[in-house]
């Protein structure tokens, strides 16, 4: 018997994006995730689909975020070659089952047969496929013998637990004994990532690469217990909790996510943090709420969304970085390896910096948000992410829409408006976001962090949020203070001079407008805190089209800020100022948005 879901995504059908969520997504589809398989090799001319190239990981990765991109924005050209591929896979499954496009399967890490498998599953969430169904059943059947003879190991050990999703999903569906054997047997030849908090295995760094310590199956390794817990009836959220404070603790980074360039990498706002980390961090904590309906894991999951997952692209999204700092003064290949593991390239913007993983991976962020921002219980409607968008579903046999008119996180409310041919009975469940004060539905005082329900009959009415978000300064190691305003990080942003780089290598071509680029600093950098009160500082609103711009951010904050010495060795600002003593007068400066900066100054001190 497998526990049911708190709550479940409604398909991406149902769902509309509207507003500024919309040109985001749009705008993603325009650029290099909508396009990899027109121009990149590895997906364009892969193994899965009959060609020469990657047979492992990227296809499945590109398609886990293409597909549901293609039907958020309702888009027949992309839904059509979304098909191509799946068609491609479905097509050259061998007889026994398995589908991975391998003839040495015993040396192959599975890793990318359950990646493919949860791809399978939302495939089928969006068109109902039944040819793709059957196959993925027939994928798992096989695998569940594979495995007998064949353990897990490398990466399908560090991620077993993705096996997961698509076991349970085929067993709501097909209720049959060997798929919960089979989530028993990935559990027994997996990881045991308790095992490795509880031997204090990641307590000491070190400089060498491992599987324990690489911050991707880190950020995955979050929902391991909790999707494992519909089987074994534990605590779905005790093992994550415990996990992310550790983290948080040890490896926290300004913006709730937590260093690994690659492995992790402690507290210091210089070291980076893959893309790849970023988004597989989001759909754990989509995941944990998902299970257990804790409204906790999505002010989480709105840190990461606003903040670590836009500060990674440039705002055409044509390129992105393999990591981002938190101190960012300048995107260039350094003389010296800056990073733990990472070569030294791995922080400019480009096609794949570093390594192609996260070109692969990275457009699963934004589609999986959009996805997760309204779900569904028995006879519940429940808004997790006030986001602007338009559900079209059914209650019953009913029609019902539920239209959101917002601008945030960039705006103070939301306007919710409920409507059905008839009068129809259900719960709706209001979520009011963490980290605001005065929040009021219908001017009835309401609770920050907490979901409000109204249990009713609904035909045409309406709710009204309204709330201030705060404004704050957080501390952060080293006597360093960062600000925030309701979920939305802020940081200096830094005038930059862009170098475009063409060229060829690996048989792979950077050109405009997937080249890379090179950021040099052309403003100053070198400030602290003017001021350790928020008390003076002016939030302004602004028009604006794609949020996640350093030309056109939708609030911007006007702080007092001092200069102070800092030293820059080797394209990188130090890890803190040689003093907190100001060398400068006060002078009163635009900060804007984290998650629209390319070069910026986010950890600063309080100057003396």
């Known amino acids: 018997m497998i526990r049911p879901l708190a709550f479940s995504p409604f398909s991406p059908a149902e769902i509309t994006p509207q507003g500024w969520l919309y040109r985001q997504l749009r705008q993603q589809a325009d650029s290099l995730a909508g396009n990899l398989d027109k121009l990149w090799p590895d997906i364009r001319d892969s193994m899965w689909i009959g060609k020469e190239r990657n047979d492992w990981e990227r296809v499945p990765y590109w398609l886990d975020g293409f597909i549901p991109l293609a039907f958020l924005l309702d888009d027949g050209n992309m839904k059509a070659r979304a098909a191509t591929y799946i068609n491609g896979i479905l097509d050259r499954q061998c007889e026994d089952g398995w589908l991975c496009p391998t003839n040495n399967r015993y040396h192959y890490d599975t890793w990318a047969a359950l990646l493919l498998c949860k791809v399978l599953a939302v495939w089928c969430d969006a068109t109902n496929d039944s040819r793709a169904e059957e196959a993925l059943y027939r994928c798992l059947k096989q695998f569940t013998t594979h495995i007998?003879?064949?353990?897990?190991?490398?990466?399908g050990a560090a991620r077993w637990f993705e096996g997961l999703i698509p076991i349970f999903w085929l067993y709501e569906r097909r209720p049959e004994p060997w798929l919960v054997l089979l989530a028993k047997k990935l559990d027994v030849q997996g990881f045991d990532w308790e095992k490795v908090f509880a031997n204090e295995m990641l307590d000491s760094l070190t400089e060498s690469w491992d599987y324990i310590s690489h911050v991707v199956n880190i950020a995955m390794m979050l929902r391991s217990r909790t999707l494992m817990s519909r089987i074994t009836g534990?605590?779905?959220?005790?093992?994550?909790k415990k996990a992310l404070a550790w983290l948080q603790t040890h490896h926290g980074m300004a913006t709730g996510h937590f260093t690994g360039d690659e492995n992790l990498s402690g507290t210091s706002p210089v070291q980076g943090s893959e893309l790849c980390s970023v988004v597989e961090a989001m759909f754990s904590f989509e995941t944990l709420f998902s299970v257990s309906g804790n409204p906790m894991w999505l002010d989480c999951l709105e840190k990461e969304a606003f903040n670590a997952l836009p500060a990674a692209f440039s705002t055409d999204m044509w390129t992105h970085q393999y990591v981002q700092l938190t101190n960012q003064v300048e995107c260039a290949r350094t003389k010296t390896r800056?990073?733990?593991?990472?070569?030294?390239?791995?922080?400019i913007f480009g096609l794949e910096p570093h390594y192609g993983c996260c070109t692969a991976n990275m457009g699963q962020g934004f589609p999986k948000l959009a996805l997760h921002a309204v779900m569904k219980a028995e006879h519940t409607i429940a808004v997790a992410l006030p986001l602007p968008l338009t559900l079209h579903t059914t209650v019953g046999t009913t029609p019902v829409t539920l239209i959101c008119d917002t601008r945030y996180p960039f705006g103070n409310s939301v306007h919710y408006t409920v409507k059905a041919p008839h009068p129809v009975n259900f719960t709706l469940m209001l979520r009011v976001p963490g980290n605001v004060k005065n929040a009021e539905i219908n001017g009835r005082a309401v609770k920050a962090g907490e979901f409000v329900s109204f249990t009713q009959s609904f035909e045409n009415e309406s709710f009204l949020?309204?709330?201030?978000?705060?404004?704050?300064?957080?501390?952060?190691?080293?006597?360093?203070?960062?600000?925030?305003?309701?979920n939305l990080l802020y940081a200096l942003p830094i005038r930059a001079r862009q170098e475009m780089r063409e060229y060829v290598r690996d048989g792979v071509e950077r050109k405009f407008p997937y080249c890379d680029y090179y950021l040099y600093p052309e403003s100053d950098w070198n400030y602290g805190f003017a001021t350790d009160t928020v008390e003076g500082i002016i939030a302004e609103e602004h028009a604006f089209d794609l949020p996640f711009s350093p030309e056109h951010a939708p609030i911007t904050l006007r702080v007092p800020l001092a200069k102070v010495s800092w030293q820059k060795p080797d394209?990188?600002?130090?890890?803190?100022?040689?003093?907190?003593?100001?060398?400068?007068?006060?002078?009163?400066?635009?900060?804007?948005?984290?998650?629209?900066?390319?070069?910026r100054m986010t950890e600063m001190p309080t100057v003396t």
């Open 465 to 486: 949020l309204h709330f201030e978000p705060t404004l704050r300064f957080e501390s952060r190691p080293n006597a360093m203070k960062v600000l925030w305003r309701g």
């Open 338 to 347: 800056v990073f733990r593991t990472n070569n030294e390239e791995a922080h």
């Open 148 to 155: 007998d003879g064949t353990t897990l190991h490398n990466w």
């Open 571 to 599: 394209g990188r600002c130090a890890k803190t100022p040689d003093s907190t003593k100001a060398i400068s007068p006060s002078e009163t400066l635009t900060m804007i948005p984290y998650g629209a900066t390319q070069l």
């Open 234 to 240: 534990e605590d779905p959220d005790a093992f994550a």
